[in-house]
C-alpha cells in the first residue's frame, strides 16, 4: 500500500484518538508476557459505559456506523496498518463521534493495554482468511488469539464474526468450540438470513456481495 501523504502530520492531527501507536518492543511475546499499561477507561473515554472492541477495524465504517447506534457503549478499535487506521481516524474525527479510541498496535498485545475480564464484545469483520497451513498462527481465530480474546471478555462477552470464507468460517467454528466457546449464532447467508435486519455492512462486505458471494457470520459466548 502506498504510504499516504502527510501521514506523519495527519497522524499527529488525530492524537486525541490514537491512544498508542507501535509495539513497546520488537519481541511481540516478550512485550505481551511482561509489559503493562492498563487503560483506565473512565479516563480515557469520560464515562464508566460498557467497552467493545474491533480487532482490524480497517477504514473504519463499520465502527462509525456502530458508535452511532450505540451512544452508551465506548470502543476500541485496533488496526496495525498506520495507513489504514489514519483513514478509520479522520473519518470518526470527521464526524464528531466521541466514543471511540484506536490502537495502532498488533493485536497479539492487546493484553498489555486493555484489563482483563473488560470487554462485553469483540467484533473480527473479514479478517484475512490466511488459508496456508504455515500461516494458521497468524489468523485472527487461531487457538493464540482466542486466548487473548478469552483473556479480555467478562464472563458471557461476544465475538462476533463475519467473513466472506467459508473454509476460514469452518475453522473459526471449530477452534471456538474447541476453546470452549459457547456457539448461539450461525449463518452461512447473512443476507438472506434473519440477523440481516441488525447487520452493519461494511465496504469488503459491500464489495462480496457485488461480486454474488455469501457472507458467513456467527456469534460465540464466553462460558464463565
Do not use: W
Request: with cysteine.
Amino acid at each position: 500500500m502506498r504510504r499516504k501523504r502527510n501521514l506523519e502530520p495527519r497522524m499527529e492531527a488525530c492524537r486525541d484518538l490514537l491512544l498508542v501507536r507501535g509495539a513497546p518492543c520488537l519481541n511481540l511475546k516478550e512485550a505481551e508476557e511482561n509489559f503493562r499499561a492498563l487503560f483506565d477507561y473512565k479516563e480515557v473515554f469520560g464515562s464508566s459505559n460498557p467497552v467493545e472492541l474491533e480487532v482490524g477495524c480497517g477504514n473504519g465504517g463499520f465502527i462509525k456506523e456502530l458508535a452511532v447506534r450505540e451512544k452508551s457503549t465506548n470502543f476500541f478499535c485496533v488496526e496495525i496498518c498506520d495507513n489504514v487506521i489514519l483513514t478509520a481516524m479522520e473519518r470518526i474525527q470527521g464526524e464528531g463521534i466521541r466514543n471511540v479510541r484506536f490502537l495502532n498496535i498488533p493485536a497479539e498485545i492487546l493484553r498489555c493495554y486493555l484489563p482483563e475480564g473488560s470487554v462485553q464484545k469483540i467484533y473480527l469483520n473479514f479478517s484475512t482468511p490466511l488459508p496456508e497451513h504455515s500461516r494458521e498462527k497468524q489468523r485472527l481465530t487461531s487457538p493464540r488469539f482466542l486466548k487473548i480474546y478469552d483473556s479480555l471478555l467478562a464472563a458471557g462477552g461476544e465475538i462476533l464474526q463475519k467473513t466472506d470464507s467459508e473454509e476460514f468460517f469452518d475453522y473459526s467454528l471449530n477452534e471456538m468450540r474447541g476453546f470452549g466457546f459457547e456457539i448461539v449464532r450461525v449463518t452461512r447467508d447473512l443476507h438472506r438470513s434473519e440477523f440481516a435486519k441488525d447487520n452493519i455492512v461494511t465496504e469488503y462486505e459491500r464489495g462480496f456481495l457485488e461480486q454474488g458471494k455469501r457472507i458467513f457470520a456467527l456469534t460465540a459466548i464466553k462460558k464463565n
